[in-house]
């Protein structure tokens, strides 16, 4: 039986950046990205790239679920200052491989210890 699924492939050269956030997201030192991302709720991280989307202007912060509870995980971004472009490497759709530049958003992750009285958003 077929798959009535569609064939949808972009290729780096033809793809419309407008369709994409692309965020770089700083680790702290010392910490796991697996730990901090992976915990995360899909719902949590795809609500904080529509927001960082429809407002790529301001500064767009999200408190992070963590298993720690001594610690507070935030994911920032600082706004235009937080944008640059960075080239990738990609399937070309004429064959082999294309260089572009796309624009990214570096993230930062701040790391708090929680104090008496703290809560989470």
């Given at each position: 039986?077929?798959?009535?699924?569609p064939?949808?492939?972009?290729?780096?050269?033809t793809?419309?950046?407008?369709?994409?956030?692309?965020?770089?997201?700083?680790?702290?030192?010392?910490?796991d990205?697996?730990?901090?991302?992976?915990?995360?709720p899909?719902?949590?991280?795809?609500k904080?790239?529509?927001?960082?989307?429809?407002?790529?202007?301001r500064k767009?912060?999200?408190?992070?679920?963590?298993?720690?509870?001594?610690?507070?995980?935030?994911?920032?971004?600082?706004?235009?200052s937080?944008r640059?472009?960075?080239?990738?490497v990609?399937?070309?759709s004429?064959?082999?491989?294309c260089?572009?530049?796309l624009?990214?958003?570096?993230?930062?992750?701040?790391?708090?210890?929680?104090?008496?009285?703290?809560?989470e958003e």
């Open positions: 039986m077929a798959d009535k699924t064939n949808i492939r972009e290729f780096l050269d793809m419309d950046p407008n369709n994409y956030v692309i965020g770089i997201v700083h680790v702290p030192p010392g910490c990205a697996k730990d901090l991302l992976v915990s995360t899909k719902k949590t991280l795809n904080y790239f529509k927001k960082l989307a429809k407002h790529p202007e767009v912060r999200k408190i992070l679920p963590t298993s720690k509870d001594s610690r507070i995980f935030e994911l920032i971004s600082e706004g235009p937080s640059t472009l960075m080239p990738f990609g399937k070309s004429k064959g082999g491989h260089l572009r530049l624009s990214v958003h570096r993230l930062q992750m701040l790391l708090t210890n929680k104090k008496e009285g703290d809560f």
